[in-house]
Each structure stands twice: as C-alpha cells, then as structure tokens.
C-alpha cells in the first residue's frame, strides 16, 4: 500500500520522525524520534527561534511551558552585551600590536607623559592608554639658508650655507622643543650672524670660509645641547659667500688687484729662492779658495824655510862649493827668462848661430795657438832665419861675449 493511500494508518510522510505505527504521543507529526532525517524547515525555524531568543524577545519554544521560556529570555538578554564585549575587547587587544622599522624608535607616551623608547621589531602597547609616535634616527636631514649679514670691518656680505644634521635623541626630538626644524635654523642664523660679525669681508670672502664653517658648527652644536632639540650635527657647507650685487664689480677688481700682488709677490720669492743658493754657493767657493790659498802659502813658506836651514847646515859644512852652487842656479834662473843668447868663445873665433831666440818664441806661440802656421808666417820665419845667419857670418870675433870670472 503506497504512503498516502486512503484508509491506512500511515499517512504521514516517510522522511518525517513520526513512526509507520503513529501510536508514539508528542511527536507532532514532524520530527519524530524514529531516526529520519529532520525536515529542513523545521531546522531553519529552530535556529530563528534560537537567534530571538538570544536577542532577547523571550518567544516560547514549540511544547515547552510559559515559565520557563521568560527565563531563557533573561538570561539570554545579558549573553549578547558579554559577546559584544569580547568581541570589543578583542579588536581592542589586535590593535595594540605595531612595528618599528629599523631605521626608527618609537617613542611611547603614556596618557600623554613619556613612558619609554623602544627598539626596532614588534611591539605592543594598549591602544588608546599608549600614544607610540616613531622617530627616523638614521636619515641625514638637511637645511640651507642665504642670509646678509656685517662683518667687523663694516661690510655687508652674502653668506650661503647649508647643514646637515640626524636625531639622535627622540626624546627631546619630540617634548622637548615643539618645532626642532625651527629652532635649528634660528639657531644657524645666531651662529652664523656671530662669527660673520667677528672676522673681516676679506677672510670671509677667500681663504677664511673652512675657518668659518669649523667655527660656525662648534658653536651651532652648543646652543643645540643647550636647547635639549635632541640634533647632531653632522657637516656644515659654506655654499658661497659674495658681496652685495650693487659693488659687485668694483669688489672683483678689488680681488683681482690683490691677487695680481700676491702673484708679484709669489714671483719675487721665486727668484730669491733660485738666486739667493746660487750666490751662498759662490761665497762658500771663494772662502775655500781662500783658505786653500792660505794653506799653500803657509806649506810653501815652511817649505822653503827648512830648506834655507837645510842649505845653510851644509853652507857651514862646504862654503865654496855651496856658494857656486847657489851662483850657478840664481844666474840659470834669471838669464833663464831673458831671450838673449850667450855664447863663450875661448879662442876668439867668430861663430855663426841660428836665431835661437826668434825660434823658441814662435815654436811656444805654436804650441800654445793653433795647431799650425799659415804659408805667410812660415815665409816670415824663414825669411828672418836666413837675414840672421847673414849677418852672423860678417860679425867679428870682438862683438861675443865672455864670461866674466868672479
């Protein structure tokens, strides 16, 4: 017999919980407790009846009594302000979480008064308790500014400067000082005002600009500390000085004349540098000469006075024999330099000679000039040579000269 056939007791749907018998009381029809697979309205209605529940409309169950459903209702309307809890709670906990990069540290304050810094990585603070600001400690900032400003000697210049600096305390970075930017650039132009204000135009303009920044970033630092901004400095640039634009002109020519000065003057000290060794050489070589010269003077003297006593030991020895000595080289020495000849005739004879002396003379101007005689000297000499062998042969016996005896 089919499920729905009229007249039987099984009228009721095979997927439903009823059994095939229907003699179990409180099954309702639906939902049976014989095993089937519940009805998928029924399940729906259920988890509303739960959901109003949990909202807290106090809707009785399906067979339950009237009392026992007011109470779920109470119990339930305190459930839903506890889940809203934690859930809030939660969101609350996840948002406490953040992250440092390694270039920076966070500065926590807390209810608004300085609590701590912390390092790079992941952290936690309570939210809204903890205010976590981050702080760049490792990139180099930079500022720059052109300022006019007096030097001692009353002139007006132009000074571009810039300055690079880090952060290297966050703390004061931050509480400290309510615009660091700000208070670094006025003290800049204090510094620099200072320092400007106690050198002349002339230095700043040429060779006092590294003096100038050194000077500039020692005293720039000092009013930093004393602030408590929490900067260092790290280079100060002087860009550019210049004069005011409206004397610009005369003040290059003013440059120009100055360095062509000290161009004359670089030259000037070029010369004595090259000159000045040379003459303290030259002097030095006269005094060694001199003292050679001295020094051969005082032998040679020494020298021949232990050869006077020498010669005069052996004068005492050999008188006669020292005596013609000495005769003999005094008369070798001074007829030595004459250019006449002597000839000793004994017999009284006539001799004819060569013009020894014409010869000795022009054979030592050969030696000495050049290496030989043109064909007019060579006729010359020879014409002489001969003129001089006649007329020796017509000169008599009486023109030669003896000897003197002693």
């Known amino acids: 017999m089919a499920w729905n056939e009229p007249g039987g007791g099984n009228q009721h749907d095979p997927w439903s919980g009823g059994g095939r018998n229907g003699d179990k009381k409180g099954g309702g029809g639906n939902g049976g407790g014989n095993g089937g697979p519940p009805d998928l309205d029924e399940a729906l209605k ?6 109003n529940g949990m909202l807290g409309n106090g809707r009785k169950r399906r067979g339950g009594a009237g009392g026992n459903g007011g109470n779920g209702g109470s119990t339930n309307a305190f459930a839903l302000p506890g889940i809203i809890g934690v859930i809030l709670v939660a969101i609350w906990a996840a948002s406490g979480f953040y992250l ?17 810094i912390v390092g790079p990585g992941l952290h936690w603070n309570p939210p809204i308790i903890d205010d976590v600001r981050e702080v760049n400690v490792t990139k180099v900032r930079s500022l720059s500014q052109t300022k006019s400003m007096l030097t001692q000697d009353e002139n007006i210049v132009e000074v571009q400067m810039s300055v690079q600096y880090q952060v290297s305390n966050p703390r004061d970075f931050l509480l400290n000082v309510r615009a660091p930017e700000i208070s670094l650039e006025n003290a800049m132009d204090s510094a620099l ?36 901004v929490g900067l260092t400095l790290q280079t100060i640039n002087v860009e550019s000085t210049s004069a005011p634009a409206a004397v610009q002109d005369s003040f290059d020519d003013v440059i120009k004349a100055r360095e062509d000065r ?6 000037a000290l070029a010369y004595e540098n090259s000159i000045l060794p040379e003459a303290q050489g030259q002097a030095q070589r006269i005094i060694e000469e001199a003292e050679g010269y001295k020094e051969s003077v005082v032998a040679k003297s ?5 050869r006077f006593t020498s010669l005069l030991t052996e004068y005492q020895k050999a008188p006669e024999i020292i005596r013609e000595r000495m005769y003999l080289e005094t008369m070798g020495e001074v007829l030595g330099k004459t250019n006449k000849v002597l000839v000793d005739v004994e017999n009284g004879n006539s001799l004819m000679y060569l013009p020894l002396d014409k010869l000795a003379n022009k054979s030592s101007a050969a030696a000495e000039g050049s290496s030989g005689m043109s064909r007019s000297e060579l006729d010359r000499v020879s014409r002489q040579a001969s003129d001089a062998l006649s007329r020796s042969q017509s000169t008599d016996s009486s023109n030669s000269i003896r000897r003197e005896g002693r």
């Open 262 to 267: 000290q161009r004359t003057i670089n030259q």
């Open 46 to 51: 259920k988890f509303q009846d739960k959901l």
């Open 193 to 228: 005002r200072h320092e400007v204000g106690s050198a002349d135009m002339n230095d700043i303009l040429t060779s006092g600009r590294e003096l100038l920044a050194s000077n500039v970033k020692s005293r720039l630092q000092s009013y930093l500390d004393n602030y408590g």
């Open 100 to 116: 440092v990069d390694q270039s920076e540290r966070g500065v926590v304050l807390r209810f608004g008064k300085y609590n701590d």
């Open 302 to 306: 020494q020298g021949e006075a232990n």
